[in-house]
């Protein structure tokens, strides 16, 4: 065995069990299964190729993570995304603080359907980081690598995310206890 | 001693995980004397479950995986192989290939045989898997007779996915499953009930490594009746000391279910 099929063994057993976070987190991202499915292998094809400037003893699920991302955003639904996002909302590097009221009982009381219905809804930059933080279980340190930002930004995007998916499942359980046509 | 201020303030990073140990330390105790501040942490744990749930929502297509996984098995064939190929031709006279041609049929026999051998003591590996497993305190790692949460409960634990029958009106129950690994290769043991009988289902990735025998495969080993197939390249294998048809109803129904 010579030293590149023992770094594509190791690309493997690193890689590979990514495979259904990986399309999860692509299918979230795109809306689209073709698309999710291209995205997939098209990074699985650049991690592969870019695998030996990996440096050993770092995060590889962050750098896979990240390479599917900036794919994403380079794609033209990416792109597109991006355009859509909520500017004066960056970037903001304060945290809000969060009062655990009641309130936030709303998205726990949510049913699976509309919790994902308002995930869908949630713009890209807020979607992503709830997506990583409270899916892929991923620490803000790694977040903060895969996006390219500082940790405060991580921690004030989530916590504008969360607030964002309560209003949202709040609105829709104000909604559905309101009699039609009042 | 914290203050409930300082302590909502917190709470978000807390149920992340994310603050230094005294601070986490801190509103632990504090929220072990306050009703408030305690339901507060709750609600956002119970939220982020939520959302967790909600957001483990989508299945990889059984293609997709094999063209990625193929993919990344190919690239270390090819490199692998190459190298060995240049260097064969290199030296090999054109007079040595039909000695070397016919050598490797002798050759080749002898591999195929001692292959068979090697097949059947994979096959009679899995019989000790099943009895080790069923024989242990903790049989099963999830336990459940809910096939929505066994299977979600690989995710992350295996390189791959795979459906669950319905079981219901049927004469099977499903215990629970485990994590296992099989000749390196990490696959996933499920335990079904039928009667009295406990029956095993391994579900691994279909390689070469895995050395079982070609599919379809029925069989007999040590008295438990086996079953083994290969699907949307997964490799299957069903074994119990149930009777055979039993082993097969249960195959069948697995197969239906992919």
């Given at each position: 065995m010579n030293?590149q099929?023992?770094?594509d063994?190791?690309?493997e057993?690193l890689?590979?069990?990514l495979?259904d976070s ?16 291209d ?6 094809v650049?991690?592969?190729?870019g695998f030996s400037?990996f440096?050993?003893?770092t ?7 990240r390479?599917?991302r900036n794919?994403?955003l380079t794609?033209r639904t990416?792109l597109r ?12 590097e304060?945290v809000?603080v969060?009062?655990?009221t009641?309130?936030s009982l709303?998205?726990?009381?949510g049913t699976?359907q509309?919790?994902q219905?308002?995930l869908e809804?949630?713009?890209?930059s807020y ?6 933080c409270?899916v892929?279980?991923m620490?803000?340190?790694q977040?903060?690598e ?9 921690m004030?995007?989530l916590s504008?995310?969360r ?9 829709e359980r104000?909604?559905r206890?309101t009699?039609?046509?009042? | 001693?914290m ?10 990073a807390?149920?992340?995980?994310e603050?230094?140990?005294a601070?986490?330390e801190?509103?632990?105790s504090?929220?072990?004397t306050c009703a408030g501040?305690?339901s ?11 959302i967790?749930?909600a ?5 990889a297509p059984?293609?997709l995986?094999a063209?990625v996984?193929?993919?990344c098995?190919?690239?270390a064939?090819?490199?692998d ?8 031709r ?5 007079w ?6 016919s050598m490797?049929?002798?050759a080749?026999?002898?591999v195929?045989?001692?292959?068979r051998q090697?097949q059947r003591?994979s096959l009679?590996?899995f ?5 080790a497993?069923?024989a ?5 790692e999830v ?11 690989f ?7 795979f459906?669950l029958?319905?079981l ?13 690994y099989f ?8 335990v079904?009930a039928?009667?009295r ?5 391994f579900?691994?990735?279909?390689t ?5 025998p070609?599919p ?8 438990f009746?086996?079953r083994s197939w290969t699907?949307?390249g997964l490799r299957y294998?069903?074994?119990?000391d149930a ?8 195959s069948e ?5 992919q």
């Amino acid at each position: 065995m010579n030293a590149q099929n023992g770094s594509d063994d190791e690309f493997e057993r690193l890689a590979l069990p990514l495979f259904d976070s990986l399309y999860n987190f692509a299918r979230w991202l795109t809306h689209d299964a073709a698309e999710a499915e291209d995205l997939v292998q098209e990074v699985y094809v650049k991690a592969l190729k870019g695998f030996s400037s990996f440096e050993s003893g770092t995060d590889f699920r962050a750098w896979v993570f990240r390479i599917l991302r900036n794919t994403f955003l380079t794609s033209r639904t990416g792109l597109r995304a991006r355009l859509t996002v909520p500017l004066e909302l960056e970037d903001q590097e304060t945290v809000a603080v969060t009062w655990e009221t009641p309130e936030s009982l709303v998205v726990a009381s949510g049913t699976r359907q509309t919790i994902q219905d308002a995930l869908e809804r949630l713009p890209l930059s807020y979607r992503e980081v709830i997506l990583l933080c409270e899916v892929e279980e991923m620490k803000y340190q790694q977040i903060s690598e895969i996006l390219a930002v500082p940790i405060g930004t991580v921690m004030s995007r989530l916590s504008r995310a969360r607030k964002i998916l309560r209003e949202m499942l709040a609105g829709e359980r104000t909604a559905r206890s309101t009699p039609a046509g009042k | 001693m914290m203050n409930c201020a300082e302590c909502q303030k917190r709470i978000a990073a807390y149920v992340d995980a994310e603050l230094p140990p005294a601070e986490m330390e801190a509103v632990r105790s504090h929220a072990q004397t306050c009703a408030g501040c305690a339901s507060s942490a709750l609600a956002s744990l119970e939220r982020k479950l939520a959302i967790r749930r909600a957001g483990l929502r989508y299945s990889a297509p059984p293609e997709l995986r094999a063209r990625v996984f193929g993919l990344c098995r190919a690239k270390a064939e090819v490199i692998d192989r190459k190298p060995v190929m240049r260097s064969a031709r290199a030296w090999l006279p054109q007079w040595s290939i039909a000695v070397a041609a016919s050598m490797l049929v002798a050759a080749g026999l002898f591999v195929v045989a001692n292959l068979r051998q090697q097949q059947r003591q994979s096959l009679g590996e899995f019989v000790d898997l099943h009895v080790a497993t069923l024989a242990s305190a903790n049989p099963v790692e999830v336990l459940s007779s809910d096939r929505h949460t066994v299977k979600p409960w690989f995710q992350g634990r295996i390189p791959f996915t795979f459906d669950l029958p319905e079981l219901q009106g049927s004469p099977f129950t499903l215990v629970g499953g485990r994590a296992t690994y099989f000749h390196q290769e990490p696959g996933a043991h499920l335990v079904f009930a039928y009667q009295r009988h406990l029956i095993s289902t391994f579900i691994f990735r279909d390689t070469s490594q895995l050395g079982l025998p070609a599919p379809p495969a029925a069989t007999r080993e040590a008295s438990f009746n086996l079953r083994s197939w290969t699907q949307g390249g997964l490799r299957y294998v069903v074994i119990g000391d149930a009777n055979a048809g039993a082993i097969r109803q249960l195959s069948e129904q697995l197969q239906h279910a992919q």
